[in-house]
């Protein structure tokens, strides 16, 4: 149990409304990432961060930001959500000494009508 | 360019069958490899890595990986499956932009 949790665990929201998802960890791990999955196409790099302030892009940024104000927290905000943003989004730590391993969160399943 | 290929999206396989899934990557150097497994609702679960030395890895719940350069392969194996590992599994490569990049997945089904 690498010790993240996410919240919320399910969304539902409306088409152009803001959102914030939450991961939440409790061991000083330095790395901290975003994933969408999606049927067909495995899971996808959204954000990452490498440091408290330190956040970088990755695949399928568009529509997405974050934020990382202290250690255990990591945020991802939809800041207008669209429909194609339906999707299951999966936080993930890197192991220490290890940023190459990582471990992931249970989850947050939203859903954009 | 880097990326994961999983040939097989749905495998159905019989309890007590043995199991391989198929996992071929492309990428210029040794790359580090990791098998994940997802059960219906639930987050990744790492089963094994590969990062160097010897070829076979084995990782929790029984199951094994072969790192075979030469076929550009990763395939995970169990000798024996148990209705309880059905499930969704991810192959996924750790490689120069210092990012995990996953495959698509393959479903498994075990049937009585």
């Known amino acids: 149990d690498a010790g993240i949790t996410q919240s919320p665990r399910h969304k539902v929201t409306e088409t152009g409304t803001p959102v914030t998802l939450r991961c939440h960890q409790t061991?000083?791990?330095?790395?901290m990432y975003w994933y969408r999955q999606d049927p067909g196409h495995g899971l996808r790099l959204i954000h990452y961060?490498?440091?408290?302030?330190?956040?970088d892009k990755g695949e399928v940024s568009d529509g997405y930001s974050v934020s990382r104000s202290k250690t255990e927290d990591f945020l991802l905000t939809l800041e207008s959500a669209t429909s194609s943003q339906t999707s299951v989004y999966f936080c993930?730590?890197?192991?220490?000494?290890?940023?190459?391993?990582?471990?992931f969160g249970p989850g947050t399943r939203l859903l954009v009508l | 360019a880097q990326s994961v290929t999983q040939p097989d999206i749905h495998i159905t396989v019989s309890e007590g069958a043995s199991l391989e899934l198929r996992c071929n990557y492309s990428?210029?150097?040794?790359?580090?490899l990791f098998w994940y497994v997802q059960s219906p609702g639930q987050g990744l679960q790492l089963l094994l890595k590969?990062?160097?030395?010897?070829?076979l890895v084995q990782g929790i719940k029984g199951f094994e990986a072969e790192f075979k350069r030469s076929q550009s392969s990763f395939n995970l194996r169990k000798p024996s499956v148990h209705w309880s590992d059905a499930a969704e599994y991810f192959c996924?490569?750790?490689?120069?932009?210092?990012?995990?990049?996953f495959g698509t997945g393959t479903l498994l089904a075990v049937q009585p």
């Open positions: 061991e000083n791990h330095r790395y």
């Open positions: 590969y990062f160097s030395g010897d070829t």
């Open positions: 961060s490498y440091g408290v302030k330190d956040t």
């Open positions: 990428y210029g150097a040794t790359p580090y």
């Open positions: 996924a490569l750790f490689g120069a932009t210092n990012k995990l990049i």
């Open positions: 993930a730590i890197n192991d220490f000494g290890d940023q190459e391993t990582q471990y």
